[in-house]
């Protein structure tokens, strides 16, 4: 059998662990780099007894050696709230990260994708948002560290291969949900499920009608799986989300409704350069990856909920 080795940097958070999980179910050998800021080994204690998965604790903004056919690299906090907490330590993260992850795919010839994101379209004016689009992004704000080191790291990537051959990859996500997500992540679907849960009011920021696209996890998994595999000429940018959009009073209504909960919506202000709209052009992803998203918010939301109510009971 043909049992490739795969490094995937940040695979003990949420997008990693499910991540590592479908790679070895497939059948690989898969090494997991995390230095745990916002994973966490429980997101990967059921991988844990598979002979074929090996856990590293290690930062992306120093060198690593190992011999793979292919990297992931997911390392990054992801969530508003840990990403600006040290927000020089983000742009390390994302910029030197990929120089790191770079630099060793061109040594071993091997491919390499990048997890990059919706937020290098910033606030956009274009609605939705097709990956020829440039972006309005603020690069002084609160946003900046993970919007602008993102960019740089793509910069980075498009740079290599150009310039080294190196088999690059670049996927831009959407705002993405499902199990494993931290309770205390601070993005908004842990956010108002764990309040839905716990009874507690549900934080509205702003008025609450700017709008996201939220896409489940497994159809995330599926589309890096797949841009992968694709040509070495084909590098991207591909846009992966659900182009289903909804305000987040939508939301917070949908999450009220499926848990069953009283709680009471409260409105807080709105952090700065909060993007108003967001919503994904995927014809290039269906027309490259033969891809589309299968798992509509509801459902997804109903799967997340019943996660999160475990989590919270233990
Ligand atoms: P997450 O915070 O759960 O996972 C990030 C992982 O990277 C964590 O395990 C963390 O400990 C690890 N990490 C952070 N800094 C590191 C460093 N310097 N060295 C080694 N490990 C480090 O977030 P996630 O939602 O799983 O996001 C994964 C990737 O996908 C990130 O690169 C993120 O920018 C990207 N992304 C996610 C979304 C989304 O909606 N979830 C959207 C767009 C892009
Ligand atoms: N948001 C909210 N309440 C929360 C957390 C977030 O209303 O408790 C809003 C936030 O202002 C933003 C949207 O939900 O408009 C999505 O926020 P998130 O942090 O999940 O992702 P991002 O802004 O990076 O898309």
Redesign the pocket.
Known sequence: MNRKKILVTGGAGFIGSHLCERLLNEGNEVICLDNYFTGSKDNIIHLMNNPYFEVVRHDVVHPFHIDVDEIYNLACP????HYQYNAIKTIKTSVMGAINMLGLAKRLKAKVLQAST??VYGDPNVHPQPESYWGNVNPIGI?SC?DEGKRCAETLFVDYHRQNGVRAKLVRIF?TYGPHMNPND???????IV?ALKGED?????D?N?T?SFQYVDDLVEAMIRMMATEDSFIGPVNTGNPGEFT?LE??TLVLELTGSKSKLVF?P??SD??RQ?KPDITLAKEKLGWEPKIQLREGLITTIKYFDEVLKK
């Open positions: 992801a969530s508003p709230v919706s937020e946003r993970y705002n601070g993005r908004v679907v842990s956010n108002f309040q549900i934080t509205i920021y702003g609450g700017q996201r987040m939301l917070a807080q709105l952090p909060d993007p967001r």
